[in-house]
C-alpha cells in the first residue's frame, strides 16, 4: 500500500504544545497536512512550532493561543480558521478539587466537554465531506456516572476523578450523539482512548498527581499513545467507523451508558444549550462550496 499523502490537507490539534497532541501534529505535518496547534501558553506554542519544523523539516505549522477556561477564547480561535479537513479534539485537563469558570461550568466540565462540543459547532460546515473529527476520550469514562441534573456536582460530593470520568463518558456519548443527527453521509467522527501516556496530564493533582508519577514508566510514550488517535483521523480503514469508540487501533464497545442512544440524545440536547449552539447545527450539512 502506498503511504499516505495528504498535501492539501488543514488540520487542527487542540492541546498540541506538548505530549499526545505534539506527537499528532508531528505525524499530521510529516504526511503533508498544514497543522494548526493550540494551547493556553504561548511560549510553549512557539517552542512546540519550533521543534515540530526542526523535527519533520516541514514549515506548515501555525499556533494560536486559546484557554478552553473561556468559552469566547474557543469563538476566536474558530475565528481563525478558513478551512479544515480534520479536528482533533486533545485538550483536556484534570482537577482533583473543584473549580468554576467564569463561564459558570465546572472547569473539566467546560474544557474536556464543552470546549470541544462549541468548536464542533463552530467548524462543522466548514468541514470537508470526507474530513474527520477525533474527540480524545479515555478508558476512565467506565467509571463515569453521568447526571443531566447536577453535571457541576452542586449536588454530589465533588471527586476530581469522577468529574472527569463523567466528561469522558459524555465526549463518547456526544460522538454517538452527534453521528446520529448528522447521518452516515456526514463527516466521520470518532472518540478514541489513546492509552495510559507519560505526559504532565496530573500535574497539580496532590497525592493523585504523585501516585500518577509514580508509575509513569510503565505508562506508554506519548508516540506510542499518539498511534489510535492518527489511526482514527487518517487511517483508510477507520474511514467508515461513524461515532465508533477506538482502543489500540480498533473499534470496541465503550461504556453501557454510552450505547443509550436517549441518553446521548438527552445528553446533546443539555449540552447544546450551555453552549447556546442550536440543535439544528448538528444535522448534515452540504459539502462547502
Keep these: ?14 492541546g498540541g ?45 501555525a499556533i494560536v493561543q486559546s484557554d478552553f477556561a473561556e468559552l ?11 478551512s479544515i479537513d480534520l479536528l482533533i479534539n486533545n485538550a483536556g485537563l484534570f482537577r482533583r478539587t473543584k473549580s468554576m469558570t467564569k463561564d459558570g461550568f465546572e472547569l473539566q466540565w467546560q474544557v474536556n466537554v464543552l470546549a470541544p462540543m462549541l468548536l464542533i459547532g463552530c467548524l462543522k460546515s466548514m468541514l470537508s465531506q470526507d474530513g474527520r ?19 457541576d456536582f452542586s449536588k454530589r460530593s465533588y471527586s476530581g476523578w469522577a468529574a472527569y470520568s463523567q ?22 467522527i470518532i472518540s478514541a482512548h489513546p492509552g495510559l501516556v507519560r505526559t504532565d496530564f496530573a500535574r497539580e493533582t496532590g497525592w493523585i498527581g504523585l501516585l500518577f508519577n509514580a508509575f509513569k514508566p510503565f505508562y506508554i510514550s506519548p508516540r506510542r499513545g499518539a498511534k489510535t488517535i492518527l489511526h482514527a483521523a487518517v487511517s483508510p480503514f477507520a474511514a467508515g467507523s461513524h461515532g465508533e469508540y477506538f482502543v489500540r487501533c480498533a473499534p470496541r464497545l465503550p461504556a453501557k451508558t454510552a450505547l443509550d442512544d436517549n441518553q446521548c440524545q438527552a445528553l446533546l440536547v443539555k449540552v447544546s444549550e450551555q453552549i447556546n449552539v442550536p440543535m439544528e447545527t448538528w444535522q448534515a450539512s452540504p459539502p462547502p462550496a
Design 167 to 188: 466528561s469522558k463518558l459524555a465526549l463518547i456519548m456526544l460522538t454517538r450523539a452527534l453521528t446520529n443527527h448528522a447521518g452516515r453521509d456526514a463527516p466521520v
Design 1 to 14: 500500500m502506498a503511504p499516505l499523502d495528504l498535501s492539501g490537507k488543514n488540520a487542527l490539534v487542540t
Design 72 to 82: 469566547d477564547q474557543v469563538n476566536t480561535l474558530a475565528s481563525a480558521i478558513s
Design 17 to 61: 504544545s506538548s505530549g499526545i497532541g505534539f506527537e499528532v501534529a508531528k505525524a499530521l505535518l510529516t504526511l503533508g497536512t498544514h497543522v494548526t496547534i493550540t494551547g493556553r501558553d504561548i511560549r510553549r506554542l512557539e517552542l512546540a512550532r519550533d521543534f515540530l519544523v526542526k523535527d519533520t523539516k516541514r514549515t506548515g505549522v
Design 133 to 151: 473529527i477525533v474527540n480524545v476520550a479515555s478508558q476512565a469514562h467506565t467509571r463515569g456516572v453521568l447526571d443531566l441534573d447536577d453535571l
